[in-house]
């Protein structure tokens, strides 16, 4: 019994995998004060767009692979793969959504994604 | 035969698939990624960055809220220099709208259009549009002189119009135009076709206004025709 109690508690674990913490962006393309990326959450102005290589860190610092994103809604922020591993993101309409994030396949986790007024970040 | 291949064949196989390694033509702009070439195309006349036909004189500054344009793009190092290997669309509808080929500037602000492989795939490039109101008319003739306010009777004048922000800087895409004279016996206009070029023909002497609209921007000039 208390060995069959081990491995259910044991087996949401496995399943689950490296948890996802944060990301972590460079070579950000030019897109002044109209875009802010963050760790947990992106920022971004209505119908700009932003590409960057991107990181997903699990909480030990080291990268998640084969890691790709989506939106969960493509009406507020579109999500795309770019040139040379790069992510694009663009601020479809205004509003909240999440970013999904997978590795290998598997859903690892989301962000908060914002896309604002320009006037609200060119003002910053 | 086989050294004179060697020293023209490269290029002449680069010049016969259009591979675009080269400088930016006058009417492109390299996209923010640096992966190709975005170039800017008039719909037709109406538009000011295209004072000779439909090429752009260079990629605007900016276009006018309300106009239309066409962007299209070209992936740098492409062997086969296909336009229609990446489509192009914007960001965001609510700044542009796509009409069949070409796009409409819907709002004032900053508007990414992006490249994308055809089959949906990736992102190639993109660059950003500044999109403007049009807070002033400024009409001149045709060749960008100022406007001759005297005329002599039977003399004809071609007229340009081109809006600008609210910085002087002159916004490109098409529109319409509707123009009008205050007196038609005195300065009569040539067509009522509603482009950016308007003829206009000295009938006979006195004064007379003539006047050019775009959706809440007005210019007029004033002229004076005189006897011969």
Redesign the interface.
């Known amino acids: 019994m208390n060995r069959l109690l081990f491995l259910a508690l044991l087996l949401p674990a496995c399943g689950s995998g490296p948890k996802f913490e944060q990301l972590d962006y460079s070579r950000v ?3 002044p004060n ?1 875009v802010d990326l963050e760790p947990t959450q992106i920022r971004l ?5 932003v ?1 960057a290589d991107i990181d997903a860190l699990r909480p030990n610092g080291k990268k998640l692979e084969s890691v790709a994103f989506q939106s969960s809604d493509e009406s507020v922020v ?1 999500v ?4 040379d591993s ?1 992510w ?1 993101f ?5 509003g909240r959504t999440q970013i999904q994030i997978f590795s290998k396949g598997k859903r690892k986790g989301q962000i908060e994604a914002l896309v604002v007024r ?1 006037s609200e970040l060119s003002s910053d | 035969m086989g050294a004179t291949w060697r020293a023209v064949g490269p290029g002449l196989l680069l010049a016969l698939f259009g591979l675009h390694c080269g400088p930016l033509d006058d009417d492109e702009v390299s996209g923010d990624l640096g992966q190709g070439a975005f170039a800017y195309g008039c719909v037709d006349s109406s538009d000011p960055a295209c004072r000779d036909g439909f090429d752009a004189d260079e990629f605007p500054n900016g276009v006018s809220t309300g106009s239309r344009f066409e962007v299209s793009f070209t992936e740098f190092d492409r062997v086969f220099d296909d336009p229609d290997a990446a489509r192009v669309f914007p960001a965001a509808p609510a700044f542009i709208a796509e009409e069949g080929t070409t796009f409409r500037a819907r709002s004032a602000g900053l508007a990414a259009l992006l490249a994308q492989q055809l089959n949906g795939g990736r992102v190639i490039d993109f660059v950003h549009v500044r999109i403007a109101d049009i807070v002033e008319l400024r009409v001149v003739e045709s060749d960008g002189d100022p406007v001759s306010l005297t005329l002599t009777e039977g003399e004809l004048l071609e007229l340009r119009v081109f809006g600008v922000d609210d910085v002087g800087t002159m916004l490109s895409g098409s529109r319409s135009y509707d123009w009008s004279t205050s007196d038609s016996l005195v300065v009569a206009l040539d067509t009522l076709s509603p482009t950016a070029l308007m003829t206009v023909r000295a009938e006979a002497a006195g004064p007379a206004t003539v006047t050019v609209e775009t959706e809440g921007a007005t210019a007029s000039v004033d002229f004076s025709v005189v006897a011969p």
């Open positions: 393309s030019t897109a109209v102005a209505h119908g700009v767009a590409a579109g795309a793969r770019g040139p790069r694009v663009f601020g479809a309409g205004l320009q």
